[in-house]
Every structure is written in C-alpha cells, then in structure tokens.
C-alpha cells in the first residue's frame, strides 16, 4: 500500500525549501439547533492556512464527547459521514501546525483528558515559553506517573494544559481555569469544552489573535475574523488580552485573569493572517498595500513594471506600484494546486525547481526592468531560483523589495522559521545577499515603516523575528525547544483517567471506531 499522505501544504516555492511556518488555527461554537460540526469544518476551512499537519473537530450534546481527528488537511480528513456523526450544540476545532512536539497523530488537537466533574477537550494557537515548568507542576499536583494525553504520547505544552485543567471535586473546570491560567507563560488562544459550555482564553500579550461572533441562535470564537464570515457570523470584538470566556446556556461571561500587556505579532499583518481579516481595527490587506506604499518611498527605483511573488506579495506590489507610479503586472503565475505535493519529483523534474510552482508570463516581462515585491527572505533559495528564472525568460533587471525587515531571529511564541545560522540576513549585508541572489538591487522595509503600517503602538507589537526584543521574558535555552517534552525524562506510567483505549487508526476513515 503507499504510505497515507502528510497533510502538509509548502508555501514555498522550491521542494524542499522551508520557509516560515504558520501558527495554529482555532474555532469554537455554541448554538443549539445548528449543526455545529459543519459550521466549525467551514471555519477551520477558512483557517487552513495557519496549520496543515493535522485537524481536528470535538462535540458535545450535553452529556457526551466526542472528538475526531486525523493528520492531514481539513478537507481530507471530514467528510459527509464523519460530520454527521459529530452531533452535539457545542463545538471546538483545531488545524495544526507543529510548533511543540512533532508532527504525529498523538500530537492532533483538538487534546481529551478528564476533569472531576467530566471530560475536556481543547485547542490551542500559539507555544508556552514555560513548558519546563509546567511538568513540574503537573508532577506535584498528579504524581510523576503520566496520565491522560501524556501518557498516550502526546508531548506538546497543549498536554501540558490539558494535564493541569483536570482539577479536583472541590472546583468546576471554569474554577480551575481561572487557577491554572495564571501560571501559564507565552502565547495561547485557547477553545475548550466540556459537556455543558464552551471555554476561550487568550495570553495577556495577546500576540495571536483570536476574535468572538455572534450567530443568530449562539456564539462563536475563532482564530481570524475570515471565519467568522465563511459560518455567517458577525463581528463583535477581540477576546481581550488576559480575559477568558465562558458560553453557555446562561449566556456569556467574561472574566480577566490578567491585566492586559499587548504585544500582538506583527508578523501576522505581514504574512501569517489572511489578506481578508481584520486585526484589532487593522485590515491585513490595508496594512499590507500600505506596506508596499511605505517601501516605493524607503526604496525608489527605475522600472518598468512591478510584479508580486504569489499570492502573499500581491496587495503590497499594488502599493508599491500606486506610489511609485510604476505600472503593477502579473508577471508569474502559480499553479494553485501543487500546495500538496505527494510524488517526489524525479531528478529532471527537481532541476526545474521553482518553476514547479510559478511560471513566468514571458511576453509581459521580457525586455522589462522589473521590481519582485515579496513579503520576506529566509534562506534566499528561493529568490535566487526566482531571480535566475525571470533573467532566463528575458528580465532587463530585476530588483527585489521586501515588505519586513531582515528576519534574523526565531519565534517562541508560534511561528517556527529556520534557525539562525540558516537566516540569510545573520550571515551577510544587504547588498551582499542582493548579490548572493543575483538581484540588481534589493530591499528591505524598515522595521518603522512596518510599524507604522500596522497602525498599531510600537509599544504594543512583537517584532522579536526581527528585533530581537522578545517581549515575554524567555527561560534558558535548554528548557527551550520543539522537542523538549520528547526528551522530558518524567517516566511514563499508565494513565488513571479511563481514556487510555484511546489509539490512532490507519487514518481518518476509522477514526469514528476510536473508543
């Protein structure tokens, strides 16, 4: 048989070519009398590109749980048949991205542990910088002996939380949230549910985003305000940095458990989020033009026509062309479905590389001084294969502009880039690289222009990717890491919460027969 595909999408353009990886994407819904499965499938449709490892759905109808999940993208792992079994009025989806721990079934949200008064499942956007301590905490509260997801090989600080929730008779899960919040450190959006009420929470930066709508018979959280539109539902505001949320048939009740400490990802307004979202009163799409506007001013040049890297160079290519005055064009076209590439290809096909997944319009650029708006440079494989390839159809000149600053150190709070040795902009100036790629010119937006595109504080954003500044206080180095949970030396033991019948299947067919 061959081997079930990986779910992975590759934004970048060359096989094999890893550039930054998006966070997780979360949704919630309470509505009695909809079919809340499908509402939250359409939602993590819509929050695809921000995880393609695996998905997940969890339901309850009051009085019972149930959770499906599977590796793989949305679309591969529900269908018609697994939906329809997903009955209940409340529901949480997850599509991941694997930031902590790797990308197995184990590891698949939406996590199911047991609490004193039922069950819990939960989803979770973003990386906890203080993952070490929290095994020690959950060691001291419940024995060293591993339980629950942990026991069943799940090593993310999702795990973590899931461990921490499980509580005592003597406190709700909502009392015990608003205890274990607190103590944890880094960035979360969190959904979760039990059998009666749906659960969100957000860190006290606020550094992912995470939004509240409402339906006409409920409400909803999701990761983008885009997935409040695909499910019908309308805006009605952030979930507040520090703030948890509980919905049920009581209503909504909002609780701080920290004071607000924004420091939102910038990144998000340059490539994470989707163009069609909004984020804390900013359109992505109009921070993004603005973007392209700011970098005609900081790197003016001569030129005939201004092309994008698709699809995330488009809206800041449109800027640039409308401050410059330089005519926008559409000088490459990507072919929307290689995203999934499951057949390695052959040696022939691996030299023409990049042309794999974009191919030039060579009457529109030949003979042409062109200006290649893209959104960042990591390695630089990329835009040397794309430099290369549009000199060989006949550029007169080709000049890169870069709508972020150089990318020179990692993200511990949800994005996974390259390490810093492999950072292009650590190694070499900007006009070294822009020889390196075999540009005319190149460059870089400034870190205030960005800003200022944003139209957010400087105060009140995270540009640790580009400045180093990381505004949540980070442990040693040794307690930090992706794997750092696989190599915790807690010895396993069986778990004491009655779900350790719980198992992968061979994929998401039979993921209804899971216990």
Known sequence: MAPRADGRLNHDLLPGEKGPQDACGVFGVWAPGEEVAKLTYFGLYALQHRGQESAGIATSN?????????MGLV???FDETALNALQGHIAIGHTRYSTTGGSTWENAQPTL??????TVALGHNGNLTNSAELVDLVAERYGSQRRGELARGNTTDTALITALLAGDPDHTLEATALEVLPRLRGAFCLVFMDERTLYAARDPQGVRPLVLGRLERGWVVASETSALDIVGASYVREVEPGEFIAIDAEG???????PIDRAGCVFEYVYLARPDTTINGRSVHAARVEMGRRLAVEHPVEADLVIPVPESGTPAAVGYAAKSGIPFGQGLTKNAYVGRTFIQPSQTLRQLGIRLKLNPLKDVIRGKRLVVVDDTIVRGNTQRALVR???ESGAAEVHIRITAPPVKWPCFYGIDFASRAELIANGLGVEEIARSLGADSLGYLSEEG???ATEQPASQLCTACFSGHY?????PSEQLGKHLLEQNELPLGQPEDGLLSIVPATGGATALEHP
């Open 62 to 70: 009051g009085s019972q749980l149930l959770v499906y999940k599977d």
């Open 252 to 258: 909504l009740r909002s609780t701080r458990f920290a």
């Open 75 to 77: 679309s591969q792992v």
């Open 113 to 118: 542990g047991a609490t004193a008064a039922g």
């Open 389 to 391: 390839m549009l000199r």
């Open 471 to 475: 505004p949540i206080e980070l442990p």
């Open 450 to 452: 960005m800003i200022t």
